[in-house]
Nanobody, 126 residues
Framework: QVQLVESGGGLVQAGGSLRLSCAVSGLTFSRHPMGWFRQAPGKEREFVAAITWSGSGTYYADSVKGRFTISRDNAKNTVYLQMNSLKPEDTAVYYC???????????????????WGQGTQVTVSK
């Protein structure tokens, strides 16, 4: 059974930082590109960042580029999202997901990800 478990969310003031973690089990983690997405109330789920299976390539939404950093530790089956200079508009539930295409280039589309975590709430106050 595939499981993705996010942690690290919380309440932070604008300008602050949080580090999200996503522990993965039940699949060969090191073969899968991984992504982070977020969903704010009343909005569609949107792409935040993605990383190749090896960790050599990273991709970001324009809204978070330069502030967020995605990374992974294949020995620990874990993907991370370091979020700095947080803004109130970053408030959302954050989800990690595993891309279905092993050894592929990460996709930005929600539909290309087969496995999802339960999400972790990030709230940024003014």
């Amino acid at each position: 059974q595939v499981q993705l478990v996010e942690s690290g969310g919380g309440l932070v003031q604008a300008g602050g930082s949080l580090r999200l973690s996503c522990a993965v089990s039940g699949l060969t983690f090191s073969r899968h590109p991984m992504g982070w997405f977020r969903q704010a109330p009343g909005k569609e789920r949107e792409f935040v960042a993605a990383i190749t299976w090896s960790g050599s390539g990273t991709y970001y939404a324009d809204s978070v580029k330069g502030r967020f950093t995605i990374s992974r530790d294949n020995a620990k089956n874990t993907v991370y999202l370091q979020m700095n200079s947080l803004k109130p508009e970053d408030t959302a539930v954050y989800y990690c997901a595993a891309d279905r295409t092993v050894f592929g280039i990460p996709d930005r589309r929600v539909s290309e990800y087969d496995y999802w975590g339960q999400g972790t709430q990030v709230t940024v106050s003014k």
